[in-house]
Structure formats: C-alpha cells, structure tokens
C-alpha cells in the first residue's frame, strides 16, 4: 500500500492550495480518507475525514468554512482544497486511510498513511 501526498508549498496568508493523495495497493473505495497535519513538537492533528463515497465529510472546527476534503474514486485520489489559509495553518499534512465513520481523529485509528507534504503560511 502506498498513499502519496503532494501539492505543499509556500503561500501567503489568505492563499489557496490543493493539497492530492494517490493511493495504490489498495481498493480505494473501500476506505475512508482523511488529512491530519503535525507541527514539530506537537501530536499529528485531524483535519479532514471523507467517506467512502465523498457523500459526506467532517471537519475540524479550526478549518470550517475554509477547507473542502473530495475524492475521486475512480482516480484513486483524494483531494484538499485549502482556501483562506492562515499562518497558522503551517504544517506538515499527511493522508491516511482507515475504514471507520463517523470518522476516527486519533491516528492510531488509521490504517494506512502518507509521506506527508508541507504547507507553509507566511503572514
């Protein structure tokens, strides 16, 4: 199983950025996807989750409002869009794969996990 993030990069405060997983050794639509994302020194943080159809999505309150989790099933791939971003928002994020919803936020609850990609905000 492989999940490859990418799409990270530098943005001002107030940008966009697209953030992709594509998954491989895996049968995608089967799995719930999520982005969680971890700043040195601090615990890996949920972000996203989206269900195995993209029919529904959940969120942490700190991104509502400004990030959208979609999927493409038939590409294998799940998407971030992140709009409004704040410096705050700097972090290294990672997706992974789990099979619970409601979703799972703590990441032992998932499976399997991406190399991760970084985001930084500059104010």
């Known amino acids: 199983v492989q999940l490859q993030a990418s799409g990270g990069g530098l943005v001002q405060a107030g940008g966009s950025l697209r953030l992709s997983c594509v998954a491989s050794?895996?049968?995608?639509?089967?799995?719930?996807m999520a982005w969680f994302r971890q700043t040195p020194g601090k615990e890996r943080e949920h972000v996203a989750s989206?269900?195995?159809?993209?029919?529904?999505?959940g969120y942490v309150d700190s991104v509502k409002g400004r990030f959208t989790a979609s999927r493409d099933n038939a590409k294998n791939t799940v998407y971030l869009q992140m709009n409004s971003l704040k410096p705050e928002d700097t972090a290294v994020y990672y997706c992974a794969a789990g099979n619970n919803w409601p979703p799972g936020v703590r990441p032992s609850e998932y499976e399997h996990w991406g190399q991760g990609t970084l985001v930084t905000v500059s104010s």
């Open positions: 050794g895996l049968t995608f639509r089967h799995y719930v």
């Open positions: 989206i269900s195995w159809s993209g029919d529904n999505t």
